[in-house]
Every structure is written in structure tokens, then in C-alpha cells.
């Protein structure tokens, strides 16, 4: 895909987010529990979200997107009640600021960052210290998140430091704003690797999975939840005691998610 093709689609993927943002405050006047989420949690969250109903009296409404866009919206003052990251990175950074309430705060799903190419594709490869990424990539491209910021990026590129080929292949990565962009690049073939969650690869039946990234190739991955700061609604404290629990869990673990949480 040329430059200007990726451009594009970043400038489509932005607009998109805007477009959440301009619903949030209207969600509010509904007094509905505003929450803000990675975006790899979509298949898995909606499905929560849904079964939380006859709990909190609601449907919460969700606006995905990469942790970081997220944490600088809520910082910027949008109006949200919870925050879900994809790493401990981006709660602390607003759990520093004062915006979030530490005691609300729990570890609630860890995860796993895969190889993906597209579901016809008949590449193979052991992910292991060394191995050949570049002549895998050839003259196509690697698909991540933007690894200066959102944490699925970060992941992979600290994996790929760690394996000793990341200097090799930098020249070759698509940055994406979010790891489910990343995901649309290589399902769609504009992309010929990606490195994304094993959640999302479950979920995107356009890829599959040449192998997992070894877990000490990377910080632990930790999706973590907190109230926020400048939250109103009443429905919030029942929202989050429902992200904990069994049936909660359940849905979680379908979408291949571990849970770190003990159900309630």
C-alpha cells in the first residue's frame, strides 16, 4: 500500500474516533455509565456489557479506541466513568495525575501478542531469538500499533528487540493508531504480518497465527480498570463489580483472555 494510502486510512481511523468522541457527552445526558476501553476488548466487552445489563440497570455505552488516545481524552477532560487500558503504562499516567480513583483501581485481564499473516497465507516461522522476520516480511509490511504509545505496539516491539530482529525489520512497520487497525491491515492482505493480541486474531477470522511471542520477550500484559476521578454516575461502582464477575470472567476467557481477577 502506498504512503499515501496509509494516510488515508489513518485520517479515516481519526475521523471514526472523533465521531465516538461527539457521541460521549450525549450518552451523559442519557445518564448512561460512559466507558472508555482499548480497543482490542471490543468482541469481548460488548458481549460483557450485555450480560452486565440486569446488574447495573443499563447498557453502558462504550467508545473504543488505543489506550493512549483514550488516557489523553480523559486528561483533556471527556467525559467518561471507567477506564480500561491495555497496560499499566497509561492507568498510571492518569492515576498520577489525580484523574482516576487508585482504590477502584484492579488488574482485571492479561493477554498475549502473536504473529499474524493473512488467513491464505503460507508463511511459517518459530518465533524464536534470531529468527528471520525481514525475509519473512519480504517487500511487504508489518502491521502494529503505533509502538511509541499504544501498548500493543510497545509490546511488539520490545518483543522484537528482545528476539534481536527488531533492527531489521523497522523499516518495514506500518504504524497503526490502534491494534485493531493494525488487525484490518493484514486480514485485508495490505499488510503481510502483524503483530496484534491473540484475542484479536481469535476474533478476525481473515488471519492466522504463525506463533506467540515468548512471554519474557515483553512486560507482562495487564489490562487494568479504574473509576475515574470526575465520575457521576451512580451505576458506575455496578458496572465495575460486574467486570468481575463469573459470568463476566466467562465471556472474557471465550474471547481468550486470562483473568486475573477472583469472580465476585
Given at each position: 500500500?502506498?504512503?499515501?494510502?496509509?494516510?488515508?486510512?489513518?485520517?479515516?481511523?481519526?475521523?471514526?474516533?472523533?465521531?465516538?468522541?461527539?457521541?460521549?457527552?450525549?450518552?451523559?445526558?442519557?445518564?448512561?455509565?460512559?466507558?472508555?476501553?482499548?480497543?482490542?476488548?471490543?468482541?469481548?466487552?460488548?458481549?460483557?456489557?450485555?450480560?452486565?445489563?440486569?446488574?447495573?440497570?443499563?447498557?453502558?455505552?462504550?467508545?473504543?479506541?488505543?489506550?493512549?488516545?483514550?488516557?489523553?481524552?480523559?486528561?483533556?477532560?471527556?467525559?467518561?466513568?471507567?477506564?480500561?487500558?491495555?497496560?499499566?503504562?497509561?492507568?498510571?499516567?492518569?492515576?498520577?495525575?489525580?484523574?482516576?480513583?487508585?482504590?477502584?483501581?484492579?488488574?482485571?485481564?492479561?493477554?498475549?501478542?502473536?504473529?499474524?499473516?493473512?488467513?491464505?497465507?503460507?508463511v511459517e516461522a518459530k518465533i524464536e531469538k534470531g529468527f528471520d522476520l525481514a525475509r519473512l516480511i519480504g517487500d511487504g509490511k508489518l502491521a502494529m500499533g503505533d509502538f511509541k504509545a499504544v501498548p500493543a505496539g510497545k509490546?511488539?516491539?520490545?518483543?522484537?528487540?528482545?528476539?534481536?530482529?527488531?533492527?531489521?525489520?523497522?523499516?518495514?512497520?506500518?504504524?497503526?493508531?490502534?491494534?485493531?487497525?493494525?488487525?484490518?491491515?493484514?486480514?485485508?492482505?495490505?499488510?503481510?504480518?502483524?503483530?496484534?493480541?491473540?484475542?484479536?486474531?481469535?476474533?478476525?477470522?481473515?488471519?492466522?497465527?504463525?506463533?506467540?511471542?515468548?512471554?519474557?520477550?515483553?512486560?507482562?500484559?495487564?489490562?487494568?480498570?479504574?473509576?475515574?476521578?470526575?465520575?457521576?454516575?451512580?451505576?458506575?461502582?455496578?458496572?465495575?463489580?460486574?467486570?468481575?464477575?463469573?459470568?463476566?470472567?466467562?465471556?472474557?476467557?471465550?474471547?481468550?483472555?486470562?483473568?486475573?481477577?477472583?469472580?465476585?
Amino acid at each position: 500500500m502506498t504512503r499515501e494510502g496509509f494516510g488515508s486510512r489513518a485520517i479515516a481511523i481519526g475521523g471514526f474516533a472523533a465521531a465516538l468522541m461527539a457521541a460521549v457527552p450525549a450518552a451523559h445526558a442519557q445518564d448512561k455509565v460512559v466507558v472508555f476501553a482499548a480497543a482490542s476488548l471490543k468482541d469481548a466487552l460488548d458481549a460483557v456489557n450485555k450480560a452486565c445489563e440486569a446488574d447495573v440497570g443499563e447498557v453502558a455505552t462504550v467508545s473504543y479506541a488505543a489506550s493512549s488516545a483514550l488516557a489523553k481524552q480523559i486528561e483533556g477532560g471527556a467525559p467518561a466513568d471507567v477506564f480500561i487500558s491495555a497496560d499499566l503504562d497509561w492507568m498510571k499516567y492518569l492515576s498520577d495525575k489525580k484523574l482516576t480513583r487508585p482504590d477502584t483501581e484492579v488488574k482485571l485481564l492479561g493477554n498475549e501478542i502473536v504473529l499474524v499473516a493473512p488467513s491464505d497465507s503460507t508463511v511459517e516461522a518459530k518465533i524464536e531469538k534470531g529468527f528471520d522476520l525481514a525475509r519473512l516480511i519480504g517487500d511487504g509490511k508489518l502491521a502494529m500499533g503505533d509502538f511509541k504509545a499504544v501498548p500493543a505496539g510497545k509490546y511488539g516491539k520490545a518483543a522484537l528487540e528482545s528476539l534481536g530482529v527488531w533492527s531489521s525489520v523497522e523499516g518495514k512497520v506500518a504504524q497503526a493508531e490502534n491494534v485493531r487497525a493494525a488487525l484490518k491491515l493484514v486480514s485485508t492482505g495490505e499488510a503481510a504480518l502483524g503483530i496484534v493480541y491473540a484475542t484479536d486474531a481469535h476474533a478476525e477470522k481473515g488471519v492466522r497465527v504463525i506463533g506467540t511471542f515468548p512471554e519474557n520477550s515483553h512486560a507482562p500484559i495487564i489490562y487494568p480498570v479504574a473509576q475515574t476521578a470526575d465520575s457521576k454516575d451512580k451505576d458506575t461502582p455496578a458496572f465495575l463489580k460486574c467486570l468481575q464477575s463469573a459470568k463476566a470472567g466467562a465471556l472474557f476467557k471465550e474471547q481468550g483472555f486470562t483473568v486475573l481477577t477472583p469472580s465476585n
